[in-house]
């Protein structure tokens, strides 16, 4: 008789902790005696990119698929070679595009008819030392590739930068924060909440145009600065 009532206290005990274990956490949300101000403000830094990036390719065309193919895979093979004998690394190249199409004539009232084949294959390459950029884009045009987007410039390892950029970005928002405060008669006591927005993003790829190797002097390269940026919104109040 005792052990089964002590059964029960124990298990009607139990109910409420698993209850109390399940239960989601629940954010505190501060309670605002004053004024409440919202600030959005972005902080950035610049640096000096260490990473290009370019998509390379070699377009073929030939009277069949297999041609067209053949010819590709022969002149992109001396492409990726060459950027190999220029200190590439593998892990630095990358196949970003196989696509093989047939080429068609047109004319009135009849059914287009097949006239070839066209294999394009697109590699993305990263230059880790930028100052021989212009050097590999030569190389890459005299072995074939016949297909050049680019230079893209980025920070290789962008986390001290975007930190800094953050703590400005915090610092700029309060500045500003005490400049409404003090116009409105009013003082900063704290702050309520913060939140980080967009961040940096490399730029898109400027196109280049593939030319014939000039022997007097490599194509010129210069990566100028990269702009890092990071946009906060942070929450006063004010009394």
């Given at each position: ?8 206290s124990?298990?009607a ?7 109390m274990?399940?239960a989601?956490?629940?954010t ?13 403000a ?7 990119p ?8 070699v ?10 193919m ?10 990726v ?10 892990r ?10 047939p ?5 009135e009232n009849?059914?287009?008819?097949i006239?070839g ?8 390459v ?12 030569d190389t890459?045009?005299a ?30 928002a ?23 927005g967009?961040?940096?993003?490399p ?6 145009m593939?030319?014939a ?6 194509t ?20």
């Amino acid at each position: 008789m005792f052990k089964s009532l002590a059964s029960v206290s124990i298990a009607a005990t139990a109910l409420p902790l698993a209850a109390m274990a399940q239960a989601p956490a629940v954010t505190p949300v501060p309670v605002i005696q004053g004024t409440r101000l919202d600030i959005s403000a972005e902080g950035e830094v610049t640096r000096a990119p260490d990473v290009a990036t370019i998509s390379a390719g070699v377009v073929t065309q030939a009277a069949t698929a297999g041609e067209a193919m053949s010819a590709n895979a022969q002149r992109m093979a001396a492409t990726v070679n060459a950027l190999k004998r220029a200190g590439v690394a593998d892990r630095d190249i990358q196949t970003s595009s196989l696509s093989l199409n047939p080429q068609y004539r047109y004319g009135e009232n009849v059914p287009p008819v097949i006239t070839g084949y066209q294999a394009s294959n697109q590699v993305t390459v990263r230059f880790r030392e930028i100052a021989r950029a212009g050097r590999i884009l030569d190389t890459l045009v005299a072995q074939g590739a016949n297909q050049i987007n680019g230079p893209s410039f980025s920070v290789d390892q962008p986390d001290a930068a975007l930190d800094e950029a953050r703590t400005r970005a915090v610092a700029k928002a309060r500045a500003r924060a005490e400049l409404y405060a003090r116009a409105a008669g009013l003082r900063v006591k704290r702050i309520l909440s913060i939140s980080e927005g967009g961040g940096y993003a490399p730029p898109p790829p400027m196109p280049v145009m593939a030319m014939a190797r000039r022997e007097a002097a490599d194509t010129p390269i210069e990566a100028g600065e990269q702009k890092l940026s990071v946009s906060v919104s942070v929450s006063f109040e004010l009394e």
